[in-house]
Nanobody
Framework: QVQFVESGGALVQPGGSLRLSCRAP???????????MGWYRQVPGKGRELVAS???????QYGDSVKGRFTISRDNSRKTVYLQMSDLKPEDTAVYYC????????????WGQGTQVTVSS
């Protein structure tokens, strides 16, 4: 079952910034708050790449390609996870998705529609 709704994608120039949002409108707070959450991205012809994750205690991890440029955060009262992206590069162009992860990094729910980020001049 799809639980997450992604938004905030856009066309942006190299060096620009965007903030993506991932909401869980069907999920009650007591289910959302303990979730390990992740942002993924996918380009045509390739599998989804985990770019950032955040634990319930807000411990964060990042893929090497986005470290220092992306910041993941969460607002449990809004059942929302954010991805602040800065210094965007053309290689960041992808459809971005969010999902909850198990302890062994398996995704827990069906994928939503994602949000398109295009970095181009």
């Amino acid at each position: 079952q799809v639980q997450f709704v992604e938004s905030g994608g856009a066309l942006v120039q190299p060096g620009g910034s965007l903030r993506l949002s991932c909401r869980a409108p069907r999920m009650i707070t007591s289910v959302f708050n303990p979730l390990l959450m992740g942002w993924y991205r996918q380009v045509p012809g390739k599998g989804r790449e985990l770019v950032a994750s955040i634990t319930p205690d807000r411990f964060t991890q990042y893929g090497d390609s986005v470290k220092g440029r992306f910041t993941i955060s969460r607002d449990n009262s809004r059942k929302t996870v954010y991805l602040q992206m800065s210094d965007l590069k053309p290689e960041d162009t992808a459809v971005y998705y969010c999902n909850a992860l198990s302890a062994n990094k398996q995704t827990r729910y069906d994928w939503g529609q994602g949000t398109q980020v295009t970095v181009s001049s």
